[in-house]
């Protein structure tokens, strides 16, 4: 698979080491919520500060638009990632359209220093892809290392331009991601389950579409599938469902069967008639629901078919929850089916690969976030990679 170089291919000795890194981690009243992201990048930093080279961390930060805005400035960040890096890490501040005192402060700096440059994103050409930043960015470097899978899915100055202008390697985390997807779905060991949860099936069309023809079974959850429900005929109440997709949906079940996947549904569900924590709920088959009811997460009676299903795979791949897991009791699905998954793991049953936006939250909160085979940082970049198109910032890597 591999047809990219990686750290094994260089020596990093005396060099100055961009690295593409994903600092877009949330922050609440200055402080790092979640600082996986950090986390990841540490083997590759230590790589290469170990032989005394010079990384010089490229990163954007929320969407500042193309402007400076001390709002988004990377500088919040270095705290947290100086606790888990136990380094010093310098910080150095660029609109990004004079980088000669940049490279003065990369040049004077020590050998072995950890270096971040201010959000890539205050200058308009990042998104862009635009070719005289990526040459900017070039300048300050002697090769260049993409650790940012989750910023993979984005053509941009510091993930793909620049990339064709230096010599090139994915980074540990990076290479890791990599190889956990292909387990995951390039080259899987059958069969194949995948569980999909979220709100919308618009959102989804395209990740449905490309699963259909590569796992054996699909469980489809959350609000989305409650439009399943609703195109094949069944009252859903006043729950959330997009009925202006049911013939979409129907065609994704028709394809499905072409296409020997099965789809599980869900059979029963935990319905309520306010959606706030611990409203007062009860549980309806799907072909006996109530009008006024909205349908919160799955039912008990699912939660068993879809361990059943589970049974069946040796590999499972995640994205979405299956219900509203940011409220109790509506967590119950998403959280009994991520123990069991992280379960099966564990007992060598199953190769599970999760990803995506809430999917690392709702495994988080069931405690099994470090229990499964592996779990994806990225939120867009792991649906485009599931949806199976390519990732610009990968293809950039490979020569
Ligand atoms: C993410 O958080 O998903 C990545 O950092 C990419 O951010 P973006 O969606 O703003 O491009
Ligand atoms: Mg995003």
Same mark, same amino acid.
């Given at each position: 698979m591999a047809t990219f170089k990686t750290l094994d291919d260089f020596d990093f000795a005396g060099k100055r080491v961009l690295v593409r890194a994903d600092l877009n981690v949330p922050v609440a009243d200055g402080q790092v919520t979640d600082a996986t992201r950090i986390e990841r990048l540490i083997p590759t930093l230590r790589e290469i500060i170990k032989?005394?080279? @010079?990384?010089?961390?490229?990163?954007?930060?929320?969407?500042?638009?193309?402007?400076?805005?001390?709002e988004f400035s990377l500088e919040q960040v270095i705290p947290a990632f100086v606790e888990l890096l136990g380094h010093p890490v310098g910080f150095i501040a660029t609109d990004w359209v004079e980088v000669d005192r940049v490279r003065e402060a990369i040049d004077e700096a020590p050998a072995g220093?950890?270096?971040?440059?201010?959000?890539?994103?205050?200058?308009?050409?990042?998104?862009?892809?635009?070719?005289?930043? $990526?040459?900017?960015?070039?300048?300050?470097?002697?090769?260049?290392?993409?650790?940012?899978?989750?910023?993979?899915?984005?053509?941009?100055?510091?993930?793909? $331009?620049?990339?064709?202008?230096?010599?090139?390697? $994915?980074?540990?985390?990076?290479?890791?991601?990599?190889?956990?997807?292909?387990?995951?779905?390039?080259?899987?060991?059958?069969?194949?389950?995948?569980i999909v949860g979220g709100a919308k099936v618009s959102t989804k069309?395209?990740?449905?579409?490309?699963?259909?023809? @590569?796992?054996?079974?699909?469980?489809?959850?959350?609000?989305?599938?409650?439009?399943?429900?609703?195109?094949?005929?069944?009252?859903v109440g006043r729950s959330l469902a997009e009925k202006d997709l049911a013939e979409t949906a129907n065609t994704i079940r028709d394809r499905a069967e072409d296409a020997r996947c099965a789809i599980i549904l869900p059979i029963d569900a935990t319905v309520a008639w306010h959606f706030e924590a611990n409203a007062p709920h009860r549980y309806y088959g799907v072909d006996a629901m109530d009008p006024d009811g909205m349908i919160l997460d799955i039912g008990p009676g699912s939660i068993e078919r879809v361990k059943a299903a589970i049974d069946?795979?040796?590999?499972?791949?995640?994205?979405?929850?299956?219900?509203?897991?940011?409220?109790?009791?509506?967590?119950?699905?998403?959280?009994?089916?991520? @123990?069991?998954?992280?379960?099966?793991?564990?007992?060598?049953?199953?190769?599970?690969?999760a990803g995506g936006g809430d999917t690392v939250a709702a495994l988080a909160h069931a405690g099994v976030k470090d229990q499964f085979t592996y779990v994806s940082t990225a939120g867009g970049a792991f649906l485009e990679w599931m949806e199976g198109k390519s990732l610009p910032g990968v293809e950039a890597l490979k020569s």
């Open positions: 032989v005394d080279g @010079k990384a010089i961390l490229l990163s954007h930060f929320g969407r500042p638009k193309g402007k400076v805005d001390p220093s950890v270096l971040v440059l201010e959000n890539t994103r205050f200058h308009p050409g990042e998104e862009k892809n635009d070719a005289d930043l $990526a040459a900017r960015m070039a300048s300050l470097g002697d090769i260049y290392v993409n650790d940012a899978f989750s910023a993979a899915h984005r053509a941009h100055a510091s993930t793909e $331009a620049v990339a064709r202008l230096l010599p090139s390697a $994915a980074g540990r985390a990076m290479a890791d991601e990599l190889q956990a997807l292909e387990k995951g779905l390039g080259n899987p060991q059958r069969p194949v389950i995948a069309l395209d990740l449905l579409g490309n699963l259909l023809d @590569k796992v054996e079974a699909l469980v489809i959850g959350g609000a989305m599938a409650n439009t399943f429900l609703h195109a094949g005929g069944l009252g069946e795979a040796k590999t499972v791949v995640w994205n979405g929850p299956l219900g509203a897991f940011e409220m109790t009791p509506f967590d119950q699905g998403t959280v009994e089916i991520a @123990k069991y998954v992280a379960a099966r793991t564990k007992a060598g049953k199953v190769v599970s690969v």
